[in-house]
């Protein structure tokens, strides 16, 4: 392991924190207020988040995060989320599975007529019968409500030079490569988070400095490589995943639909996740082999060369996996209903305090510099 000394400096109840603090943010459209209820619980838990890194609705959440201080954070994320959900209150008629279903599809129905408040419109023209290269003919809607509605609700000073990091990922349209904007390294505004949540057909590409960007799940939908990559201290990771890898057999084409967004995004962020997590540990092994060698071998270069190759900083990766309803299909990422927005905003307060709750191992895990994965809130 890197030469770093391993007692945390910070601590939440129950849980010791290392020097770094992350929070990973996938991509997921409505479900995205579950992000919303997972940052307020880690804020009652008193755990202060260091670097927040987001893809799609993730860098949308990530940026009202980081571009706005403490006591102002929630508040900023609540309206962006009221906001978006205005359009179709929250009666909370009790419905049985059959009755919900049916008024969560109607509620889809609606978004993709009408859009969604503060974020996208559709466009009147047809994209079929715009003039080939406008923006018109390049998406089905019209992103630019997005921008008025992030630069009210952001600090964009805060955002790049407040103590809060900010990674966002998007795919350059040109080339096809991924790319990570980081206030590490850049000056971020409004285009590089429309262009991280920019879904073809659905919304234009975002140009930045002469190159276009789309969505950045359309080839990775979690950022959590990124923060590994440039990993400089001992890190506790909350990786916030809005699509589970484990369901039941669909029984329904609408559960076809469901299943098969849930596999095609989780698939991606699960593999991501144990091909790292499983290096990291073989790594370890080498360097505790490494560590047993007689001083004479250990100073030798080429020895020398190895454990440069191999020492990493530990990482506590807790994973944070919102579980669909019974009733909610394939429409589940584009339906911005207030009913619905409650309701996983509630599920990320609850799989947050349940973690909190059966937080023994990662904290061991944190004292002992050791890296895993947690899922403490597995059904």
């Not at 929630?74 to 419905?95: R, V, Y």
Request: one cysteine or more; charged letters at 25%; aromatic letters at 8%.
């Amino acid at each position: 392991m890197a030469d770093v000394e391993s007692r945390p400096r910070r601590r939440a109840p129950g849980l010791p924190l290392p020097e770094t603090v992350a929070l990973v943010l996938q991509g997921g459209g409505a479900l995205g207020s579950f992000q919303a209820g997972v940052i307020e619980e880690l804020a009652q838990s008193h755990i202060e988040v260091d670097w927040v890194a987001g893809i799609s609705i993730g860098a949308i959440n990530a940026a009202l995060f980081a571009g706005n201080p403490p006591e102002k954070r929630l508040a900023a994320i609540k309206a962006f989320w009221d906001g978006a959900t205005a359009a179709l209150p929250d009666f909370s008629l009790p419905l049985n599975d059959a009755m919900r279903e049916l008024s969560h599809e109607w509620a889809a129905g609606m978004v993709m007529l009408s859009g969604v408040p503060g974020f996208f419109t559709p466009r009147l023209i047809p994209p079929a019968f715009a003039v080939p290269g406008s923006a018109d003919a390049l998406s089905f809607y019209d992103s630019s409500p997005l921008r008025e509605t992030l630069d009210k609700l952001i600090d964009w000073d805060l955002l790049n030079n407040g103590p809060v990091r900010l990674s966002v990922g998007a795919v350059n349209l040109h080339s096809g490569n991924f790319r990570y904007f980081d206030t590490r390294d850049e000056k971020l505004d409004a285009r590089h988070i429309m262009a991280s949540g920019a879904l073809p057909p659905g919304l234009p590409p975002i140009e930045i400095d002469g190159c276009h960007y789309w969505d950045g799940g359309l080839v990775s939908n979690t950022p959590l490589t990124h923060i590994l990559d440039r990993q400089d201290s001992e890190t506790l990771i909350f990786q916030v995943d809005l699509f589970p890898a484990a369901a039941e057999l669909p029984r329904t084409i609408t559960d076809v639909v469901a299943r098969e967004k849930e596999i095609r995004f989780s698939s991606r962020t699960r593999a991501v996740s144990d091909e790292r997590l499983k290096l990291r540990q073989e790594r370890q092994m080498v360097c505790r082999l490494l560590d047993r060698l007689p001083p004479d071998l250990a100073d030798d270069p080429e020895v020398k060369k190895l454990r440069a190759r191999v020492s990493e900083y530990p990482v506590s990766l807790v994973q944070l996996i919102y579980r669909a309803n019974a009733w909610e299909g394939g429409s589940r990422d584009f339906e911005f209903s207030a009913r619905s927005m409650h309701e996983h905003w509630q599920a990320g307060r609850t799989a947050v305090a349940e973690t909190m709750a059966n937080a023994q191992l990662v904290a061991q895990n944190i004292l002992d510099g050791n890296t895993a994965a947690f899922d403490l809130t597995q059904r």
